[in-house]
């Protein structure tokens, strides 16, 4: 869990395993898109930084973050051995968000009980646009790098396996 003291950017890539020989698919909400743009990057660098090749980094943008669970379903047919899904959903005025917050989530768990693809949740629930600017390259650093070290861990995890 992100504290105001925890920086999700911090990672020891000693500790991982290398990444070069593993296929990452990214799919990635337009909604809130210097949010999602922010999460991509870091995901993206963080992948690299651990020995990914860029050729085995697929990327696919949809409309928002509902839409993230169909664009996860096929970027698994195209035998990726994680995804990431990054989304931003920011607290309005309507119950809307709860609604895309509780969706996303079913969705994303569905596909994690269903496939034998590991698909990353990285998908920031924040109240204020100024939450989601800190975990997104802010000063909390950037959660998509967290959702990047995770799915490098849970690709060994389903070779090795």
């Known amino acids: 869990m992100a504290t105001a003291n925890h920086n999700l950017s911090n990672y020891d890539k000693s500790t991982l395993p290398n990444a070069e020989h593993f296929r990452f698919g990214i799919v990635v909400s337009e909604w809130n898109d210097t949010i999602t743009n922010g999460l991509f990057q870091g995901a993206y660098d963080a992948l690299i930084d651990c020995g990914a090749n860029e050729d085995n980094i697929i990327k696919w943008n949809v409309p928002g973050s509902f839409e993230l669970i169909y664009g996860a379903k096929k970027m698994i047919e195209h035998r990726v051995d994680a995804v990431i899904a990054i989304g931003s959903v920011i607290q309005g005025e309507t119950k809307h968000f709860d609604f895309v917050c509780e969706g996303v989530t079913q969705g994303i768990k569905d596909l994690n009980v269903i496939?034998?693809?590991?698909?990353?949740?990285?998908v920031l629930t924040d109240n204020t646009m100024q939450q989601s600017l800190d975990r997104?390259?802010?000063?909390l650093g950037n959660k998509g790098t967290e959702a990047a070290i995770?799915?490098?861990?849970?690709?060994?995890?389903?070779?090795?396996?």
Do not use: N, Q
């Open 136 to 139: 997104s390259g802010g000063k």
């Open 150 to 161: 995770a799915a490098i861990k849970m690709a060994h995890l389903r070779r090795t396996f």
């Open 115 to 122: 496939s034998d693809t590991p698909v990353i949740f990285c």
